[in-house]
């Protein structure tokens, strides 16, 4: 895995744990939600476990977010028209 990945991946915990710590969920309610063990979602915040995509696809579903934000991934941004004041 080179440097990058392993960052990317070593910073889904802390993301997983700040977007469950938002939304007030605890590990036992987001485990219950998703299926996930509960061991398992305390290792992956605390970065001893690495996720895998079985695994984010219910948290991301449960945490109402897309996969890329819990992996940290930039979205491409589109430009938006700018908008013109209509004529009276």
């Known amino acids: 895995m080179d440097e990058q990945t392993a ?3 070593a910073a889904v915990g802390p993301r997983l744990k700040g977007l469950r710590t938002q939304r007030t969920l ?15 979602l305390s290792r992956l915040e605390s970065g001893q476990r690495r996720t895998t995509l079985e695994l984010l ?9 897309d996969i890329g934000e819990l992996i940290g991934a930039l979205r491409a941004r589109t430009a938006r028209p700018a908008e013109t004041p209509e004529s009276p």
């Open 57 to 65: 696809q219910p948290l991301a579903r449960e945490l109402r977010v």
């Open 7 to 9: 960052s990317t991946m």
């Open 26 to 40: 605890s590990l036992t309610s987001l485990a219950e939600a998703t299926g996930i063990s509960l061991s398992t």
